[in-house]
T-cell receptor, first 113, second 113 residues
Framework: ETGVTQSPTHLIKTRGQQVTLRCSSQSGHNTVSWYQQALGQGPQFIFQ???????GRGNFPPRFSGLQFPNYSSELNVNALELDDSALYLCASSWTGISTEAFFGQGTRLTVV | GESVGLHLPTLSVQEGDNSIINCAYSNSASDYFIWYKQESGKGPQFIID?????DKRQGQRVTVLLNKTVKHLSLQIAATQPGDSAVYFC????????????FGKGTHLIIQP
């Protein structure tokens, strides 16, 4: 186990709704990244938070937003959900944003109906 | 489009044989290449990484080879075991972390008894 925990594990939402996913990073890690993994695909980078600020972002619209808290835990918020947002959302924690030392949680499976 | 990809979606090997999983990349500026293993219902698990100034790196039962001339990465698993059954992803990073990891689509490794 990596020590990165995500909640909830599964979630069903209706199109147009908003959702908040949560991640607790591994002890000693100060950076959190979020990824979206569609079925049968590799994870796609959404954004990264370091010291409570977003310091990197992939090709995702503004309705994907996040927060990082003083204890380094993080939230991913998605507004105006679309059917294509159905995916596994992964959180990865690392120290000072070194990608190769990132440890992933088990993910949150989001289904939009 | 994808900057990192894999040649085969599925690879079937006999238990005890060696497995070789291949990956092609296109971004010459990438500084790190990483292999992840993802079992069903779990997040990606770090296996091994290699820096762009190296050609080969060995771990426990795994070896990663990097050929920068043809932009090719491979993962060799020795004496494949049933527990090796999973989807394997290669990923690339610029090392700085803020742009996240770029993953390929993955290869499903199936172990035949």
């Amino acid at each position: 186990e990596t020590g990165v925990t995500q909640s909830p594990t599964h979630l069903i939402k209706t199109r147009g709704q908003q959702v908040t996913l949560r991640c607790s990073s591994q002890s000693g890690h100060n950076t959190v990244s979020w990824y979206q993994q569609a079925l049968g695909q590799g994870p796609q980078f959404i954004f990264q938070y370091y010291r409570e600020e977003e310091n990197g972002r992939g090709n995702f619209p503004p309705r994907f937003s996040g927060l990082q808290f003083p204890n380094y835990s993080s939230e991913l918020n998605v507004n105006a959900l679309e059917l294509d947002d159905s995916a596994l959302y992964l959180c990865a924690s690392s120290w000072t944003g070194i990608s190769t030392e990132a440890f992933f949680g088990q993910g949150t499976r989001l289904t939009v109906v | 489009g994808e900057s990192v990809g894999l040649h085969l979606p599925t690879l079937s090997v006999q238990e005890g044989d060696n497995s070789i999983i291949n990956c092609a990349y296109s971004n010459s500026a990438s500084d790190y290449f990483i292999w992840y293993k993802q079992e069903s219902g779990k997040g990606p698990q770090f296996i091994i990484d290699i820096r762009s100034n190296m050609d080969k790196r060995q771990g426990q039962r795994v070896t990663v080879l990097l050929n920068k001339t043809v932009k090719h990465l491979s993962l060799q698993i020795a004496a494949t075991q049933p527990g090796d059954s999973a989807v394997y992803f290669c990923a690339e990073s610029d090392g700085g972390g803020a742009d996240g990891l770029t993953f390929g689509k993955g290869t499903h490794l199936i172990i035949q008894p």
